[in-house]
């Protein structure tokens, strides 16, 4: 069953731009505005299918590519092509310029904070302020309220395995994982949780001494260098 933010051949493309942006959904929309086809449109989605033609098979493959590249950094610009998709320059002297302008339609950077800690309603207050949406989460029902985190987005009661069972899958390099507790049962699921997603930068708090020995219990359970070196 394709759901109602997912495009299908039968649906129309604005129609379906227009229900992910209401679901807060990364699309990008991708228009030639110079060349043959000018005005034929293509929607881009990170988990496809994509929905529309640029007016050739390799033209899409190659435009879509580059949508999801700008989609990621959160770009909007004109891509240049040749009609069939050429992108070199010995491939494009000798062909006509299809421009292609490229608007993505990115949700706000995600940051998850999993410890409902003092140090977590400042951490949410900046956050919010550089354009974040964030995510306050915390095992301990007394601590993660609505109450002592009005600024955040969501405010969840959960251990790190649920947590990220949520969000985890959405998270990209334009993301962060912030893990402010200092309690092993939560630093080390959470930052194994944190390891298997894309968020871009993962930080934990503590001294020197209290990483030190972070990075000891993170060994035991089978991280080792490309992964700590992510923390």
Not at 167 to 193: E, M, N, Y
């Amino acid at each position: 069953m394709v759901s109602s933010t997912t495009p299908s051949r039968g649906d129309s493309l604005y129609g379906v731009l227009a229900q992910r942006l209401r679901a807060d959904q990364p699309t990008a929309l991708a228009v030639v505005i110079d060349g043959p086809h000018t005005g034929a449109t293509m929607l881009v989605t990170p988990s496809g299918p994509n929905l529309g033609s640029l007016g050739h098979p390799e033209l899409d493959r190659v435009a879509a590519r580059d949508a999801i590249g700008e989609l990621e950094a959160g770009r909007t610009g004109v891509r240049h092509y040749g009609p069939q998709g050429q992108t070199t320059p010995e491939d494009l002297a000798d062909s006509p310029m299809v421009r292609v302008f490229v608007e993505s339609f990115a949700p706000p950077p995600h940051m998850v904070i999993f410890g409902a800690v003092d140090f977590t309603s400042a951490l949410a207050r900046v956050a919010k302020v550089l354009g974040y949406r964030v995510t306050v989460c915390d095992a301990r029902k007394v601590f993660a309220t609505t109450r002592r985190f009005p600024m955040a987005d969501e405010v969840m009661v959960a251990w790190p395995d649920e947590l990220f069972a949520k969000h985890g899958a959405s998270l990209s390099a334009r993301d962060a994982v912030c893990i402010l507790t200092h309690d092993p049962k939560f630093d080390v699921p959470a930052i194994q949780g944190a390891l298997a997603t894309k968020a871009g930068y993962i930080g934990v708090m503590g001294s020197r001494k209290t990483h030190a020995k972070r990075l000891e219990r993170l060994a035991e359970v089978g991280l080792r260098g490309d992964d700590l070196s992510r923390v």
